[in-house]
């Protein structure tokens, strides 16, 4: 199994050099001055030629790669343009809050849409399967960002039940650790504060997680149903085993393994989707950093930015890959 | 005696008999189909899928009569009047300009079918075409495409659209081509799994055996063969595109104004969801229906066309 | 300096601002937040940098304006020049000479004593880009010093001659030429002063550790969602700020900002959707804002690019743009119809130039005059971003495309992002372009100079618009210490700009900001940078 | 004697295993290793052997559907193995393959009438009017009624389909048809249509089949020699009548023995193997067979022995025999 | 005679389809006694799975359901048991194996847990003790190495070990009725005769019951005492193995013997019945073999024949019986034989 992942692993590097290829060019595609960027709205033409050299801007681009690519290596994402911060030190918050609320908004659409997927399954053909099955193709159909508007409209303006913004109490913000707030509030043992930014999480992860919940309620459900069609299914009951063992002993754990695959790439379309439910909800997670970098061409960020995203998402299909290991033990290869 | 002409019969090889060795079927085991008519056969019991049907339809025509139905232009202004809730005069009321939010869902139609039908197209015949290349041709061919459809993958969809946006700049055509781009690993990859399997299966060898070019066996054993998927994806698509659409139209980065497109419209008017929130109900609701149409079709189109087919 | 939940202030009962329907939780976070006083400011996006010379949002002066102080500083509600860190100031008589007299005693935030050779260090440090303290190799920049001062050091236009230090508490700034809004751009907050110490310790990170001499001291900052800021106990004025703590929160959606302000979550907010003024306004226990007027919003054209280089065809545009009925519907009451480009209530603001007004025939007639019966063309660039002069652009560039529809000008709507637009735009892509601009020390010479000057093609002259007489009515008032002298000059500016019509003035707006009611003496200022030292929360 | 039309000699056929980054090899399995035999014209070829053993690879590889690793085939003296792709499509009208899967080796979305007539568009050298009677003819020769042409496979039985494919291999008069299993998918009482229409064919056309088989008695029924295969090796190859009265190799004994027949009569002693066919991807040393022979000698599992004539043709690949 | 274990009595049982009702079991009656080892031999899709699965009570449902009939379990009529007495039965009492050991082993859990699930769900058993029934089983069945396959998964077996484990499986608990539908279709011929040798064995041996569900006639050659002989979801033969091969009496048995290519045989052309077995479908009048019968006559396509009793267990379904009821048997011994 080691040999597994070590060569997952290796199959990573050619995809992780196309990644950096891919970011690089297109920072270099899109159109825009990062010299004009950094000087603003009343730079001149000289003082913009004069940046650009300074910045290696007019060196070659297989040059400019290479340094690109030597800096990633040694874990330095560069500089904004807009801030002069170091991006590697500015994105970690941001990453983190996207984490978290991806997290939880998976925790959302895996905890609901694997037991409703489970129950259509088990009662194939009532009611419930029904609406849940109805619920769910509403649930893909959404737009995120109108989902999480309508929330915000309901929820916060309307019956007030739920904050409208952010990631805790802007009054009381907490001393971060690990900028993981739920994480943070719990190592501080104050768990009225993991209360709050739990109550902060619930609006923006349900928006985000409904698509994917609805998706992993679908899938759950289909595996489920083919899974009990097989031939070891039909083993078990003829042993004498119970609607129950069949369904939660070696259905579900057979019918994990898609559901797996369709978590990790949904994962992908959570970090995808957080750049509009982040500006809705006032998140300072990644998606806003890079959207609000390519509003102002802050081109270090966009290629990190995009990067980081990117990277996670590979990392999460990795984990995914590495968990079928320890659910199915045909994978060796 | 019955034994004894039975016997006969058995050594009187009923072989040069054309009459017996026409083996026996019974004219009513037979499905008088071909594998279409049984596809629509199929969908024509789904219930779902004709509520798909039927709604896709509506928005259809909704979008072709919108001159009839509506007396409003998309774009015609009316400062006077706005922010104006549902009433006998603007059944959806009106936007911050004063526009007719009915006329301009019936006109965001055409839009946003138009963005699904164009974004699936470009996306269906270029990832058809390097996924059949991919998965017929093999080697290191398949190992280039593969890696980059591999590479395009793993950035988060509408992430890459963006970026695609940023590039070519802000329009509805280029959201469009952006769009059709994130799509094209989707089908790409989906063509290149079936034409393996396909690869493997019998007839395809078949096909050789007797002696056939690659271009006759892609095109005419393939390809048909491969369209259960395609299709299946390609409704879906029509969705997800639309919904893709719609994130960039509402970042501003999709169809420019006065174009009507829904996602825009939200953008546009979410300053007003406690002022006016009609503004944003109806469209959004249009940008459900469409896809949950899209969806309830591909879906018992996948029912219809392969009962087997997962994701 | 760590952040605020640890050092309890106990004697304190926190009433007052949870006044809002936060949870049961809010009573024991508030007897671990660092005070009663703590005021949450919501704002739409996060400052760029907190080093304010080197960068010209408002966002972040916004918040460096509480940090840091300038020689010289604006009135609490207009840009007359009151003393800031000098106390006292002479200017020689031929204009060219100015001597401050600092105040004594001030301190930085890191205890670095306040004196004439930080005020030396901090101009140098903008004027020379090969100070040790410009940081230009990391991306530096201060173009607000190079704009108001005339360039840098070693250009001819630069016109600070020499800094002189007389003695501690003495400078003297010695010009090149005479200079009429010299002191009100002493008193622009960009100019501000950075303890020298801090320069030193920090090098480029200084815009994540601003250490200023103001009301109030850095604590931290969580890009894209908070900036803290604490009460400055060593603050020269005595008793002041109120305030424990300043929290600047950034809530993106407009939306969702004024439901945090009616949940309470929040104190102050800017940036409101005009529509939504009546609303707070009429409601209990909100207070709404309205700044000075300080802006102008405006259609500009590309006077390069034909058709817009006939001045025929420009002023047919600014019959059929319906600038009041824009203003009517997208601001409330909450702006006046903009006739000049500079706003009415600045000197030299010319009165009796009377507006277009809106009549189709009459741009008809004009663009049959120019030759355009069959109408044309346009790209009508739209910015993508609010700005106080233009909450909704993209709205405004609706409406000027139906109305110039209705003259027969087809207008094609593109959009590029923000920094793009101001690049592109400063090269001269564009036909038709929606922008605008916010005074920032009060002077006509502030929108003349940068919008119209032939000299800023380029730069902020957008409009490519140069025309030789203008320049030099400009630079004569520029050069001119008499305020009346050059009310006359801009007064004749604008007569020409009215005929020349290189655009079309559209609004200029009051941008509003909203408050809890228990927010006390707060004034929002025209720059849109607002002092806050005086502001404290009602208890009861 | 007749001459032989079609000779293997030294056939291998090893798939790579891929695995790593850059899809390196990490092994291979030896689906077909070292096969030689002859085909004469007119006659059948039976080839036995259980699942796995590389039945279908051998006769896959001799058609080059699969490339083969090593080896030549000659077919009516033109050596297949050194044509370039072009000769080699012009030659498939004389050579073709019937498979064993009826439901997998027709196109489903095509009629039968095109499945039928493809091979001989794409040949073309009739006419679109003449390919339709042909067809037709074709549907007839096998026992098929001409108003089946316009249907599509789904709409048979398993025993019709394979009949369409008998037709389409027949569309181009070929000399040489390589069976693969035509009748193990089939139901016995279909089984015997088919094999007897195989026969009247072979008549009828003088065909020459190259018959893959796992069931002995299928194999027995229809060819003149048999070969039998183990683990990607011939292990025996004889007339059928001598390889059936009297196997020599250990294995050949040992199948022959294990096969159950409906006479409750034949009561014979079993020969029941010890434990599992090898894996191709790692096949023993020596003889391949040693693992499992009841008679296996110490130089069975250090040499592999030769395939050789030991009787006048009846070869064995056996060391009981080589001495 | 010995005691019966399973006695089928007119089972119906029919699928609901979209297409319509299928009856695929169409009247079945069968018995199966103690200790004995019967055969139901039958072309595809004459409905030998339907029956075993509805004694198992495992058809998928819906679309399945037994229609009408009765099972009987040691004189317990099982149709109508309660679903709790079924999960007593299944595994405990009737043991089933299926035809594709591949896929009948869940892929996920080890072969070891799969064995003790079937004991713990029947016996009150430490972990330990069912983990040392199961490497017992394992023995039982053949497998070497015991204690290091009970923790393989499937994947890591071969088809015919995997089949030894589905039997060992069946064993756990002592059935008295073991069920095996076509155990050895997936396997070689080799390796077919190892896992027919144990079954036999274990019949000897543990006096289990077993019902052998097969296409293969050989097969039954080799182990069945008694043969069933299915026709389009209806018994038309049943017999001891020994008459029915040698002495077939349904001219569909006759011509499925013929049929066959055997290895003593030597004819140049097989016989062959025309025809295909027909799919199973509601209201059909007539012998179900008359379409493709060379003997049949008017009544054949105009009444469904009854099961003729030619004996104390011989029956047969065709109507020629009912002219000579007596003589008839003596009549075939010497045609066929001849
Ligand atoms: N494309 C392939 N890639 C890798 N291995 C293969 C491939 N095709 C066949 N093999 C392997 O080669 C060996 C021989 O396969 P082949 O299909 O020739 O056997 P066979 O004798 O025809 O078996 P069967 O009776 O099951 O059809 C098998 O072990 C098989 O797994
Ligand atoms: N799930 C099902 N739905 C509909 N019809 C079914 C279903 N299962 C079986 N049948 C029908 O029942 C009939 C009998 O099937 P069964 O599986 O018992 O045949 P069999 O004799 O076991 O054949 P084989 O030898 O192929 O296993 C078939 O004609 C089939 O069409
Ligand atoms: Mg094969
Ligand atoms: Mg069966």
Redesign the interface.
């Known amino acids: 199994m080691t040999a597994y992942i070590i060569r997952r692993l290796l199959h990573l590097i050619p995809v992780l050099i196309g990644m950096t290829l891919i970011t690089f060019s297109i920072v270099h595609l899109i159109p825009g001055n990062p010299a004009q960027t950094i000087l603003g709205e009343a730079a001149t033409q000289e003082a913009v030629k004069n940046l650009e050299e300074s910045m290696g801007l007019n060196e070659p681009y297989i040059k400019q790669y290479g340094i690109y690519v030597t800096d990633l290596l040694k874990g330095d994402l560069g500089t904004s343009l807009r801030t002069k911060a170091a991006i590697t030190k500015e994105i970690w918050p941001h990453i983190a809050a996207t984490f978290e609320l991806t997290f939880f908004a998976m925790l959302f659409a895996i905890f609901i849409g694997v037991n409703a997927g489970i129950i259509s399954a088990w009662k194939q053909n009532s009611w419930f399967d029904f609406l849940a099955m109805l619920f769910a193709l509403v649930g893909v159909s959404i737009p995120v960002f109108w989902l999480a508007l309508m929330e915000q409209w309901v929820f916060a303006q309307e019956l007030g039940w739920f904050p409208a913004y952010g990631r805790e109490n802007s009054r009381d913000p907490i001393a971060a650790i690990t900028q993981f707030y739920v994480l943070d509030a719990l190592i501080h043992l104050d768990f009225p504060r993991v209360f709050t930014i739990l109550k902060h999480l619930l609006l923006p992860s349900i928006a985000l997680g409904t698509i994917p919940m609805a998706i992993i309620a679908r899938m759950t459900r289909s595996s489920m149903l083919e899974v009990m069609q097989s031939d070891y299914i039909r083993t078990v009951r003829a042993k004498g085993g119970g609607q129950f063992l069949v369904i939660y002993k070696h259905a579900l754990k057979n019918a994990t393994i898609p559901v797996l695959t369709v978590i990790g790439l949904q994962t992908g379309v959570l970090l995808g989707g957080a750049i509009l439910t982040e500006t809705i909800f006032s998140w300072p997670g990644i998606g806003r950093y890079v959207f609000e970098a390519i509003n102002y061409r802050d081109y270090p960020v966009i290629q990190s930015g995009i990067l980081v995203i990117a990277f996670l998402f590979v990392m999460i299909n990795l984990i995914v890959d590495i968990l079928y290991t320890y659910i199915d033990p045909r994978i060796k290869y | 005696m019955s034994a004894e002409k039975n016997n006969k019969q058995g050594q009187q090889l009923p072989l040069t008999n054309p009459a017996t060795l026409d083996s026996h079927i019974d004219e009513d085991d037979i499905e008088e189909t071909s594998p279409w008519k049984d596809t629509c056969k199929h969908l024509q019991k789904n219930r779902f899928a004709i509520t798909g049907f039927l709604i896709i339809l509506f928005f259809v025509l909704f979008g072709l009569l919108a001159p009839l139905l509506t007396s409003y232009s998309y774009q015609g202004q009316d400062l006077a009047n706005r922010l104006q809730p549902p009433s006998s005069e603007h059944w959806f009321g009106t936007d911050d300009v004063g526009r007719d939010i009915f006329t301009r869902i019936a006109y965001g139609a055409r839009v946003s079918l138009q963005v699904g039908f164009f974004a699936v197209t470009g996306a269906l015949v270029f990832g058809t075409l390097l996924g059949m290349i991919a998965g017929y041709f093999g080697r290191w061919i398949d190992t280039i495409i593969s890696r980059i459809f591999d590479i395009l993958l793993a950035f988060p969809s509408i992430l890459l659209a963006i970026a695609v946006v940023a590039i070519l700049g802000a329009s509805l055509q280029n959201a469009l081509i952006a769009i059709a781009i994130i799509n094209i690993p989707i089908f790409g990859r989906i063509v290149r799994s079936k034409v393996i399997s396909l690869r493997e299966e019998e007839f395809i060898m078949a096909a050789r055996a007797q002696g056939m070019k690659n271009g006759r066996i892609i095109f005419h054993h393939i390809l048909p063969n491969s369209a259960a998927p395609i299709i299946v994806q390609a409704t879906l698509g029509f969705g997800t595109a639309i919904l893709d659409a719609a994130a960039l139209g509402f970042l501003g980065l999709g169809a420019q104004p006065p174009t009507p497109e829904w996602g825009a419209m939200l953008a546009g008017s979410r300053d007003f969801i406690q002022l006016a929130p009609w503004t944003l109900i109806f469209p959004g609701i249009s940008i459900m229906l469409v896809v949950l149409g899209f969806n309830l079709i591909g879906d018992g189109l996948r029912d219809a066309l392969d009962p087997k087919m997962k994701n | 300096a760590?952040?605020?939940?640890?050092g309890a202030d106990p004697s304190a009962s926190e009433e007052g601002?949870?006044a809002g329907?936060?949870?049961g939780?809010?009573e024991?976070?508030?007897s671990?937040?660092a005070g009663d006083q703590?005021l949450?400011y919501?704002r739409g996006g996060d400052s760029?940098?907190l080093?304010f010379a080197?960068?010209?949002d408002g966002e972040s002066s916004r918040v460096t304006k509480n940090i840091f102080e300038s020689l010289l500083d604006y009135d609490k509600e207009s840009f007359e020049v009151v003393p800031g860190l000098s106390h006292d100031w002479e200017v020689s008589d031929d204009g060219l000479s100015y001597t401050f007299f600092l105040e004594e005693d001030v301190t930085f935030h890191d205890g670095t004593p306040f004196n004439a050779e930080a005020v030396k260090i901090n101009f140098e440090r903008w004027a020379d880009p090969k100070h040790k303290y410009a940081?230009?190799?990391?991306?530096?920049?201060y173009?607000?010093y190079?704009?108001m001062f005339g360039g840098y050091k070693g250009d001819d236009t630069h016109n600070i001659k020499e800094i002189n230090v007389i003695n501690d508490y003495e400078i003297e700034f010695v010009l090149k030429a005479p200079q009429g809004p010299f002191l009100q751009n002493m008193a622009m907050h960009y100019f501000a002063m950075t303890s020298p110490a801090a320069l030193e310790k920090y090098g480029?990170?200084i815009?994540?550790n601003p250490v200023g001499t103001g009301p109030f001291k850095f604590v931290?900052w969580?890009?894209?969602?908070?900036i803290?800021l604490e009460k400055f106990a060593d603050y020269r004025k005595e008793g002041l700020p109120k305030l424990d703590q300043v929290?600047f929160?950034?809530?993106?959606?407009?939306?969702?900002?004024?439901?945090?302000l009616?949940?309470g979550?929040?104190d102050i907010i800017d940036g409101i959707?005009p529509?939504?003024a009546a609303?707070i306004e009429s409601e209990e226990g909100l207070e709404l804002y309205v700044r000075g007027e300080n802006n102008v919003g405006f259609l500009g054209m590309n006077v390069e690019k034909e058709p817009l280089n006939d001045k025929l065809v420009r002023q047919a545009i600014n019959y059929a743009v319906d600038t009041e009925?824009i203003v009517?519907?997208?601001y409330a009451d909450y702006a006046t119809t903009a006739i000049n480009l500079i706003p009415p209530n600045y000197f030299g603001y010319n009165e009796e130039i009377k507006a277009y007004g809106h009549d189709v025939e009459r741009a008809q007639e004009l663009l049959a005059e120019a030759g355009y019966d069959n109408g044309f063309e346009l790209d009508l660039w739209?910015m993508?971003?609010s700005r106080p002069y233009m909450p909704?652009p993209?709205?405004v560039?609706?409406?000027v495309?139906?109305n110039l529809e209705e003259v027969g000008i087809t207008t094609?709507?593109?959009?590029?992002?923000?920094?793009?637009y101001?690049?592109k735009t400063?090269k001269g892509e564009h036909e038709l372009y929606l922008l605008g601009w916010s005074g920032s020390n009060g002077d006509p010479d502030y929108f003349f100079d940068?919008l119209l000057h032939g000299d800023s093609i380029?730069?902020?002259n957008r409009s490519f618009y140069k025309n030789n007489e203008v320049d030099e009515l400009i630079d004569q008032a520029g050069a001119e210490i008499d305020q009346g002298q050059r009310a006359e000059l801009y007064k004749q500016v604008q007569a020409i700009l009215h005929e020349e019509a290189p655009g079309v003035n559209i609004v200029h707006s009051t941008p509003l900001a909203a408050a809890k009611s228990e927010v006390k003496n707060f004034i929002p200022h025209p720059s849109t940078s607002d002092p806050l030292e005086e502001v404290e929360i009602a208890t009861e | 004697m007749t001459k032989p039309l079609l000779e293997v000699k030294g056939l291998k056929k090893y798939f790579e295993i891929r695995g790593g980054v850059f899809g390196r090899k990490t092994g291979e399995i030896k689906a077909v290793d070292d096969v030689s035999f002859t085909v004469r014209e007119g006659e059948i070829l039976g080839i036995v052997g259980e699942s796995g053993c590389g039945k279908s690879t051998t006769g896959k590889s001799i058609l080059r559907l699969i490339e083969p690793s090593a080896g030549e085939v000659t077919f009516a003296g033109r050596k297949i193995t050194h044509l370039d792709s072009e000769e080699l499509r012009k030659l498939r009208k004389d050579m073709q393959i019937i498979f064993q899967d009826p439901y997998a080796s027709l196109n489903p979305r095509h009629t039968v009438e095109k499945i039928i007539g493809e091979p001989l568009l794409v040949h073309g050298t009739i006419s679109a009017e003449e390919r339709k009677k042909r067809v037709k003819e074709l549907l007839k020769v096998v026992g098929l009624s001409s108003y089946h042409a316009s249907r599509y496979p789904h709409q048979f039985s398993g025993g019709q389909r394979q009949r369409i494919g008998i037709a389409r291999a027949l569309a181009n008069h070929p000399q040489l048809i390589i069976c693969d299993e035509p009748v193990s998918a089939l139901d016995v009482s279909v089984q015997s249509q088919i094999l007897n229409l195989m026969q009247k064919l072979r008549e009828e056309f003088q065909l020459t089949y190259v018959f893959i088989a796992h069931d002995l008695s299928v194999v027995k029924h229809i060819s003149d020699r048999v070969g039998v295969m183990y683990l990607g090796g011939l292990m025996e190859l004889a007339d059928k009548d001598k390889l059936y009265e009297g196997p020599k190799h250990p294995y050949t004994q040992a199948l022959l023995s294990a096969v159950p027949t409906p006479d409750p009569d034949d009561v014979r002693e079993r020969i029941i193997l010890k434990g599992d066919v090898p894996s191709p991807a790692n096949p023993p040393t020596g003889c391949v067979f040693h693992t499992r022979c009841p008679q296996a000698m110490d130089i069975c599992k250090t040499v592999k022995p030769a395939f050789e004539e030991v009787e006048d043709n009846h070869f064995v690949a056996c060391h009981l025999f080589i001495m | 005679m010995l005691e019966v274990i399973l006695e089928l009595q007119d089972l119906h049982t029919h699928f609901f389809t979209d297409k319509g009702e299928i009856p695929a079991v169409d009247g079945v009656s069968l018995s199966v006694h103690k200790g004995e080892v019967v055969g139901i031999v039958g072309e595809s899709g004459c409905g030998k799975s339907v029956t075993s699965l509805s004694v198992m009570q495992l058809i998928p449902s819906p679309p399945g359901k037994i229609v009408s009939g009765k099972i009987k379990f040691k004189g317990e009529e099982i149709v109508s048991a309660s679903n709790k007495r079924m999960k007593q039965i299944r595994g405990n009492e009737i043991a089933m194996i299926f035809q594709e050991p591949m896929t009948s082993l869940d892929p996920l859990f080890t072969i070891g847990n799969q064995i003790m699930e079937g004991i713990q769900l029947h016996e009150k058993i430490s972990k330990q003790d069912a983990r040392n029934r199961a490497m017992a089983l394992l023995r039982l069945v053949g497998i070497p190495r015991a204690n290091e396959i009970v923790d393989s998964y499937p994947h890591q077996l071969s088809g015919g070990m995997r089949q030894r484990v589905m039997i060992a499986m069946s064993m756990a608990c002592n059935p008295d009725l073991l069920i095996a539908d076509e155990p050895t279709t997936a396997l070689d011929v080799t390796i077919q005769a190892q896992i027919l040798d144990l079954m036999r064995q274990l019949n000897k041996e543990k006096q289990t019951a077993i019902l052998l569900i097969t296409h293969d006639l050989g097969i039954v050659a080799e182990i069945c005492d008694r043969v069933v002989v299915m026709y389009a979801g209806q018994v038309i033969e049943e017999g001891t193995t020994r008459e029915i091969l040698k002495y077939p009496n349904h001219p569909y048995t006759k011509g499925l013997i013929r049929s066959l290519p055997t290895m003593n045989k030597k004819e140049q052309r097989l016989y062959s019945i025309p025809g295909t077995v027909p799919k199973p479908k509601m209201g059909r009048v007539g012998c179900r073999f008359a379409p493709r019968c060379d003997l049949a006559f008017e009544r054949c396509f105009q009444e469904t024949p009854p099961l003729f009793e030619l004996g104390k267990i011989r029956k047969s379904r065709c109507f020629l019986n009912e002219q000579t009821e007596g003589g008839r048997a003596e009549n075939d011994k010497t045609t066929a034989g001849s």
């Open positions: 760590c952040s605020g939940d640890g601002n949870e329907n936060e949870e939780t809010s024991q976070k508030g671990n937040a703590v949450v919501a760029v940098s080093d080197s960068i010209s940081f230009t190799d990391q991306g530096y920049a173009p607000l190079g704009t480029p990170d815009g994540e931290s969580s890009k894209n969602d908070q803290i929290i929160e950034v809530i993106p959606e407009n939306s969702a900002r004024l439901i945090a009616r949940s979550e929040v959707n529509d939504d609303g009925a009517e519907a997208l739209v993508p971003v909704d993209e709205t560039a609706e409406i495309q139906s094609n709507i593109v959009r590029e992002e923000w920094a793009p101001l690049e400063g940068s380029g730069g902020e």
